[in-house]
């Protein structure tokens, strides 16, 4: 399941000093709202199902064995540790019996106690972020757990293996999946409003690794159900597959850059020399852009670097959004970004940097009680034309930003290529 991340802008100055004890303070006040709703919600609906809930001990069993798991997951994934961010664990194998076979109380304190040991136990985040985490995991939770128990008043029938209790299990664990997505991507959007609902809410990836929770949740709830002990026998597998989601994860964090989401420089200069190689083979064009932000240094001399990384986030944002799945993207340093166009010729390398130049210079960064706007300067190499290789097509590229920095900023420059001189009359005579 997801566990959240939301990005940082510099507070106002009334609550500068507190926000530095108290981050959540630091946070866009629709973000903040949205938070604390979220969390009093799930205060509200734990008083009120503990209230009516009549707790017997082989419910607390079933909950403590179901619990236990999830601590034995965390602690075999714990020297691994977690990437920062949004980052995807297995928990929900264990979040989803406690959900189908128990009263719905039980689906509210499930990702308290999980949430308590990933805090402790693999890495201290900041605390609103388990908060809400654990809010909106209570509320998905319970949301499931209400409909299911619903629809099957006997949640034990599902260890009889008929079709429509395991079908209603099934549509519980949906349920549950959208609710916690549902959630999270409304505050991550609310941290970034400019950001699409669909970076938010779906990719591939996400999609596979949803279906994987749903199928190992309904499946642990069978065999929960049939027998306490057979856990013994899901755990080592849940385990194994907790173990290489977050080595995945983790590998792609060392090849990200940590402040925009991109490739860091030695990730994007592999996967450009890659690239390079494929054109040369095939014969097809190529184009690269270094893209730098104009008087960067007066963001943070004037707001703070805090705001300087809500900018180049933005910058990253607009990348991502106006370029190719199968362009190259990264952050080369600074206020730099560099971009490998495959397939492209002057013409279209020309359009692509002058849109991307058109809708950076749109963009509006809140800070205080003003927008920040800013703009970029962009050179463009191609290959065959300026260079063979990496290194020559960087280096064109970077004698083209300078040129637009010479002209003024805020502009698209091409290197220009010197004409083949006509050979002299000696050399004709010879």
């Known amino acids: 399941m997801a566990a959240t991340s939301h990005?940082?802008?510099?507070?106002?100055?009334?609550?500068?000093?507190?926000?530095?004890?108290?981050?959540?303070?630091?946070?866009?006040?629709?973000?903040?709202?949205?938070?604390?709703?979220?969390?009093?919600?799930?205060?509200?609906a734990i008083t009120l199902f503990t209230r009516s809930t009549d707790f017997h001990w082989?419910?607390?069993?079933?909950?403590?064995?179901?619990?236990?798991?999830?601590?034995?997951?965390?602690?075999?994934?714990?020297?691994?540790?977690?990437?920062?961010?949004?980052?995807?664990?297995?928990?929900?194998?264990?979040?989803?019996?406690?959900?189908?076979?128990?009263?719905?109380?039980?689906?509210?304190?499930?990702?308290?106690?999980?949430?308590?040991?990933?805090?402790?136990?693999?890495?201290?985040?900041?605390?609103?972020?388990?908060?809400?985490?654990?809010?909106?995991?209570?509320?998905?939770g319970c949301t499931a757990s209400v409909?299911?128990?619903?629809?099957?008043?006997?949640?034990?029938?599902?260890?009889?293996?008929?079709?429509?209790?395991?079908?209603?299990?099934?549509?519980a664990a949906v349920l549950f999946s959208l609710l916690n997505i549902g959630l999270i991507a409304v505050a991550a959007h609310t941290s970034d409003p400019e950001g699409s609902w669909q970076e938010v809410l779906w990719n591939r990836e996400s999609?596979?690794?949803?279906?994987?929770?749903?199928?190992?949740?309904?499946?642990?709830?069978?065999?929960?159900?049939?027998?306490?002990?057979?856990?013994?026998?899901?755990?080592?597998?849940?385990?194994?597959?907790?173990?290489?989601?977050?080595?995945?994860?983790?590998?792609?964090?060392?090849?990200?850059?940590?402040?925009?989401?991109?490739?860091?420089?030695?990730?994007?200069?592999?996967?450009?020399?890659t690239e390079i190689l494929r054109a040369r083979r095939s014969g097809d064009t190529l184009a690269l852009l270094i893209i730098d932000i104009d008087h960067f240094k007066r963001v943070n001399d004037a707001h703070g670097h805090l705001v300087g990384d809500e900018v180049l986030a933005g910058v990253a944002a607009m990348l991502r959004r106006e370029l190719r799945e199968s362009d190259v993207v990264g952050r080369f340093g600074g206020e730099e970004f560099v971009v490998l166009l495959p397939g492209a010729d002057v013409d279209e390398a020309r359009q692509v940097a002058e849109r991307l130049r058109t809708h950076i210079g749109h963009m509006a960064i809140p800070v205080d009680d003003a927008l920040i706007r800013i703009t970029?300067?962009?050179?463009?190499?191609?290959?065959?034309?300026?260079?063979?290789?990496?290194?020559?097509?960087?280096?064109?590229?970077?004698?083209?930003?300078?040129?637009?920095?010479?002209?003024?900023?805020?502009?698209?420059?091409?290197p220009v290529v010197q004409p083949p001189q006509p050979p002299s009359p000696e050399e004709q005579a010879v």
């Open 376 to 414: 970029i300067s962009v050179g463009v190499a191609l290959m065959c034309v300026h260079g063979d290789d990496l290194i020559d097509l960087l280096a064109a590229a970077d004698l083209a930003l300078y040129r637009a920095k010479e002209l003024g900023r805020d502009r698209v420059c091409i």
């Open 7 to 44: 990005a940082t802008i510099k507070s106002r100055d009334g609550v500068s000093r507190m926000a530095g004890r108290w981050p959540l303070l630091g946070q866009r006040r629709p973000l903040v709202a949205y938070l604390c709703a979220i969390v009093a919600l799930d205060a509200v």
């Open 207 to 273: 999609v596979l690794l949803d279906v994987v929770e749903l199928c190992l949740g309904v499946t642990v709830s069978i065999g929960c159900g049939l027998n306490l002990a057979l856990l013994v026998l899901a755990l080592p597998p849940v385990v194994l597959l907790q173990r290489s989601l977050l080595h995945a994860q983790l590998q792609a964090a060392a090849r990200t850059d940590s402040k925009t989401g991109l490739l860091n420089a030695a990730a994007w200069q592999r996967e450009a020399d």
């Open 147 to 171: 409909a299911f128990h619903w629809v099957v008043p006997d949640p034990w029938v599902l260890t009889q293996g008929s079709g429509p209790p395991i079908a209603y299990a099934v549509a």
């Open 58 to 140: 082989p419910d607390l069993l079933t909950f403590a064995a179901l619990m236990a798991c999830g601590a034995v997951c965390i602690e075999a994934s714990r020297r691994l540790g977690m990437p920062a961010g949004v980052s995807r664990d297995l928990l929900s194998a264990w979040w989803l019996p406690v959900a189908l076979l128990l009263p719905p109380v039980y689906a509210l304190f499930a990702p308290i106690v999980l949430q308590i040991l990933l805090q402790v136990r693999v890495r201290a985040t900041v605390l609103y972020r388990r908060v809400f985490s654990s809010a909106a995991i209570g509320l998905a």
